[in-house]
């Protein structure tokens, strides 16, 4: 199901419901795109491979784009579609093309075109289940399993001339092996990426690739003692260092809070997770606007059903924020997000009266949890790698009264919600009989605001 959620006065409503047919377990989060439109990829269709849809967030109309069909189109989408610079979007599937290994795609959202752009075949990769990310030369990169060794490749795809290239293939032990979310590009330019096994202790490792000149680095280890596994995404916080989650590994073997200084490539594990302070947290960490790190583990606590923590990179203070105890939900498996509001928004993968699952806010001032609905079957349940984005809301005047050509016309408009692209606002003015002339240009916003 497609649904909203207001944070004023915390309304949830249904908006669509898939059948199937129109597609089904949508997978990845929903991309607003400079239509204004949402987008995003499901399974089903009328293939059961898949479909690429959009929904428009003023009428709630969904309209399925685009059935996946196996072998030239490609099958079961994975990941988030992205928008690159050029205006179109970008995606991957787990299955389909020539050699039924996946392919990746692009679609104009505004012709409705869709282009097959390259076959993977297992030596160049194969099965990609993490998100593309377009760095500052315009180029895409992404992360696969297969390749040479058949243990992951890095590769690059320039737009401008639709040229993949393979840049990397792990092996193992030097380079780490299968490679695990997404890329990052911090802010020295270099990308930065995770492996779920690899390295001299087959626990994964930290690793940079830099575009200038291609050249790949293994800066650390992981092994029992300072994390295993890595999973989620690593993130860039305000104070410049990279900072993650190891689902396994620590002092108790239930995971790690740890630090990576791009500056000297130093690795710090900062907290051992845990049974009564949380266990094996998911998903990815999140900085909210007073500076501090957000996230979640699926088990431990004083309940055993997982926690909400906060993390203070100033002084590296972990704090046990939420217990889940089952009735205020449990474990949960996504990432959190933050609203114009201030309030922290997330959701639980079990646990409520219906034990499908929880809706609720965090306030990271008062420290207070509310609980805002129970899901149950009619709302879609047991959210798993979540998250929420939050869809600008435009309010204009309307103004209905009599003027002449050359007249000036005033009137006022309020938007909110997360702007981090020019955005540009425009009138309609309708004659005597109703007839509307071309839309006319009142103004833009180019700030990354919150609330203008």
Same mark, same amino acid.
């Given at each position: 199901m497609i649904y909203s959620f207001n944070t004023n006065g915390n309304v949830f409503s249904l908006l669509f419901d898939f059948d199937g047919t129109n597609g089904n377990s949508p997978r990845g989060t929903l991309i607003q795109t400079s239509n204004g439109l949402l987008y995003g990829i499901a399974s089903g269709g009328i293939y059961s491979y898949g479909v690429i849809f959009n929904f428009n967030p003023d009428s709630n109309a969904y309209s399925k784009l685009l059935?996946?069909?196996?072998?030239?189109?490609?099958s079961k989408p994975y990941g988030s579609l992205m928008q690159a610079r050029n205006g179109l979007l970008y995606g991957m599937t787990l299955w389909g093309g020539t050699q039924d290994v996946g392919v990746?795609?692009?679609?104009?959202?505004?012709?409705?075109? *869709?282009?097959?752009? /390259?076959?993977?075949?297992?030596?160049?990769?194969?099965?990609?289940?993490?998100?593309? @990310? !377009?760095?500052?030369?315009?180029?895409? =990169?992404?992360?696969t399993i297969g390749g040479i060794y058949n243990k992951g490749v890095l590769f690059s795809f320039n737009p401008v001339?639709?040229? *993949?290239?393979?840049?990397?293939?792990?092996?193992? @032990?030097?380079?780490? !092996?299968?490679p695990a979310g997404s890329l990052l590009q911090a802010s020295n330019g270099l990308l930065y990426g995770m492996t779920l096994g690899g390295g001299i202790?087959? !626990?994964g490792v930290i690793f940079s690739f830099n575009p200038v000149g291609n050249v790949y680095s293994k800066l650390f280890e992981f092994d029992i003692i300072n994390g295993a596994i890595p999973r989620g995404n690593l993130i860039q916080a305000n104070n410049g260092l990279l900072y993650g989650i190891a689902e396994d590994g620590g002092l108790n073997n239930t995971g790690v809070l740890f630090s990576f200084n791009t500056a000297g490539?130093? =690795?710090?594990?900062?907290?051992?997770?845990?049974?009564? $302070?949380?266990? *094996?947290?998911?998903?990815?960490?999140? !900085?909210?606007? $007073?500076?501090? /790190? *957000?996230?979640?583990?699926?088990g431990g606590g004083s309940n055993g059903r997982g926690v909400l923590f906060s993390f203070n990179p100033t002084g590296n203070i972990y704090s046990t924020q939420i217990d889940f105890d089952g009735t205020n939900g449990g474990g949960p498996s996504g990432s959190l997000s933050q609203g114009s509001?201030?309030?922290? =928004?997330?959701?639980?993968?079990?646990?409520? @009266?219906y034990g499908n699952g929880v809706i609720f806010d965090f306030n990271p001032i008062t420290n207070g949890y509310n609980k805002i609905r129970d899901l149950e079957s009619p709302d879609g349940i047991t959210p798993f790698h979540s998250a929420f984005i939050e869809v600008p809301v435009i309010s204009t005047d309307s103004v209905s009264t009599n003027y002449c050509a050359g007249d000036s016309l005033s009137f006022s408009?309020?938007?909110?919600?997360?702007?981090?692209?020019l955005n540009i606002f425009t009138a309609q003015l309708s004659d005597s009989n109703g007839s509307f002339a071309s839309p006319v240009n009142i103004g833009s916003i180019a700030s990354a605001s919150s609330v203008l």
């Open positions: 059935d996946f069909n196996a072998s030239s189109v490609g990746m795609f692009s679609f104009d959202h505004v012709t409705g075109d *869709y282009y097959k752009l /390259l076959d993977f075949d297992g030596s160049n990769g194969s099965r990609p289940s993490g998100s593309l @990310i !377009q760095s500052g030369n315009g180029l895409l =990169y992404g992360l001339g639709n040229i *993949y290239s393979v840049l990397l293939d792990f092996d193992g @032990i030097n380079k780490g !092996q299968f202790n087959n !626990q490539n130093v =690795y710090s594990k900062l907290f051992d997770f845990g049974n009564t $302070n949380g266990a *094996y947290p998911y998903g990815s960490l999140f !900085q909210a606007d $007073n500076g501090l /790190l *957000y996230g979640m583990s699926s509001n201030g309030l922290l =928004y997330g959701m639980t993968t079990y646990g409520g @009266i408009f309020t938007a909110t919600g997360p702007f981090d692209s």
